[in-house]
């Protein structure tokens, strides 16, 4: 049950006291956020409303933290980019609630939680599995301020029937050639899940990205 | 297995068909049978098979409340995705009521207390061994199959360092060879079950032992389809919208069967028929392998 398998590392008696409650239900809002991961991974670009009643520490937003808790545990290497990671309340809370280890390099990691799309690193520095384990690659949680599926790239490929529109706030520079790259090595490459405050949309490895 | 998993599973209440509500889930196990941290581990398995469509990712597949070969892969995909709100239908050959889906069924019921139905249309999870069911799926339909060997080079090539190579390059030249020497032999592709089909233009997968026939069904579903082998360990999944082609040669198109007959119950002409005897004199009949769509078919005629 998540929560109940926290290994406690590094958070000490004081932290856990002061750390924010994780689901009220965790076998059942860990499953509703599942639905959510899934319907967005299998229908890229599409944006998934949900339905989350959470109290997380900044710069952590619900969508984040309801991903965080949902699929994150001790197997998991969790990388937090270099302004999260200062955050003690935020490492406390994920290593809390779901026990997962905090990694310093990036491509040890099997998620990231980027708080703020200017801290997000090129994609290439996370694991993209190798041809034969391509499964072996980084999940990264990215926080936008705003997503759109009006208007933005043109995105193509499987889960989408003919094209979606998409459009994340706040990107930086260079990120959809780094998109198209990471499609052009197929079938390694990291998947991203982007959270807004109360929605969310995925961009998989399998994804073709007109811009 | 402990007593505790037998009485989960394996009892099978013939009166139970269509798995009538009770007050709640079996309060002594946790919601879908499945721990949680069992479930994230398949659930993220889950992920990255959506995401590298018709790659088989490995998982640490659970000893189930069943046998292997009861469909102990696609237990564990649904029990990781079924929540409350969710619609089960379960059909064992396109057939609702074989011990095989009844048992499924009322795993689900017991533990979950989620709602069941026959009806195709009606269901939000479809669990199937053998068959794709007749209708057309929607996007708010996920399709779990059950796969007893998820690896279509296994008859081919034993070792799993070499299939393993052979995906990775899109070396895929054994399996035309094997499918030619149909034609050499019968004259056309002779492979009628578990026919071999390339995802979104790379990887040759396994369909299970859905008949061919089926396999039109796939290219481009509205629905999401995964599948899980539990003996075998592996997880994979084609998103919906996805080109789905079975393996064929120019001059040797991918058929699907045809029967002569029409359904000899509903009178449908276009699905798949099954023989079945009707006496023990050896008469036998043809009658639609989808008993749900077989019933509705025949409502609709009357
Ligand atoms: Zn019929």
Redesign the interface.
């Known amino acids: 049950m998540i929560g109940a398998d926290a290994n406690g590392s590094g958070a000490d008696s004081n932290a856990i006291a002061a750390t924010s409650a994780g689901f009220d239900n965790p076998v059942l809002q860990s499953q509703a956020m599942y639905r959510n991961l899934l319907s967005a991974m299998a229908q890229p670009g599409r944006i998934i409303s949900c339905d989350l009643s959470l109290e997380v520490p900044l710069p952590l937003w619900p969508t984040t933290a309801a991903a965080a808790l949902t699929l994150l545990d001790f197997d998991t290497p969790l990388w937090l980019d270099p302004v999260a990671a200062t955050v003690l309340p935020l490492s406390d809370y994920l290593r809390f609630h779901c026990g997962c280890p905090l990694v310093q390099a990036s491509g040890n990691a099997a998620f990231a939680i980027i708080s703020d799309p200017a801290e997000l690193p090129p994609l290439n520095v996370f694991a993209a599995g190798t041809d034969e384990y391509p499964d072996r690659s980084a999940t990264l949680l990215i926080q936008v301020e705003r997503l759109d599926d009006s208007r933005g790239v043109i995105l193509r490929g499987p889960g989408i029937e003919s094209k979606q529109c998409f459009q994340a706030k706040g990107l930086p520079s260079g990120f959809w050639q780094q998109v198209q790259e990471n499609h052009s090595g197929f079938p390694q490459g990291v998947d991203m899940i982007f959270c807004a405050q109360d929605r969310i949309a995925a961009l998989p490895r399998s994804t073709q990205v007109e811009v | 297995m402990t007593q505790a998993a037998q009485n989960a599973g394996m009892q099978v209440d013939q009166s139970d068909v269509t798995g009538e509500a009770k007050a709640g889930p079996d309060p002594h196990y946790?919601?879908a049978y499945l721990?949680?941290?069992t479930?994230?581990?398949i659930?993220?398995?889950?992920?990255?098979?959506?995401?590298?469509?018709g790659?088989q990712?490995?998982f640490a597949s659970r000893e189930m409340p069943m046998p292997y070969g009861w469909g102990t892969g696609g237990v564990q995909v649904t029990a990781?995705?079924?929540?409350?709100d969710d619609v089960l239908k379960v059909i064992d050959q396109g057939a609702d009521d074989t011990t095989n889906a009844v048992s499924i069924r009322q795993f689900f019921v017991r533990t979950t207390d989620v709602e069941t139905t026959t009806h195709t249309e009606e269901a939000s999870i479809i669990q199937t061994r053998h068959r794709i069911p007749e209708q057309n799926l929607s996007?708010d339909q996920i399709l779990v199959y059950q796969v007893p060997i998820p690896e279509p080079l296994r008859f081919l090539e034993p070792r799993e360092s070499e299939t393993?190579?052979m995906?990775?390059?899109g070396e895929y030249g054994l399996m035309h060879v094997k499918l030619y020497e149909d034609i050499a032999t019968h004259g056309h592709i002779a492979t009628t079950y578990a026919y071999p089909v390339k995802v979104?233009g790379?990887?040759i997968m396994d369909p299970s032992p859905t008949p061919k026939f089926d396999n039109p069904k796939m290219h481009?579903m509205?629905a999401?389809q995964l599948f899980g082998a539990g003996r075998e360990k592996r997880i994979y999944a084609?998103?919906?919208?996805?080109a789905v082609y079975s393996l064929d040669f120019e001059d040797h198109p991918f058929e699907v069967q045809q029967w002569e007959q029409s359904c000899e119950i509903c009178g449908a002409g276009d699905t798949f028929l099954d023989e079945v005897v009707t006496d023990d004199q050896g008469g036998r009949m043809f009658v639609c392998s989808d008993s749900d769509h077989c019933n509705r078919h025949q409502e609709a005629a009357e």
């Open positions: 946790n919601f721990d949680e941290q479930k994230r581990m659930r993220r398995a889950i992920l990255k098979g959506v995401a590298i469509p790659y990712v490995p990781s995705i079924i929540g409350p996007e393993r190579k995906h990775a390059l979104n790379h990887y481009r509205p999401l084609i998103p919906p919208h996805t």
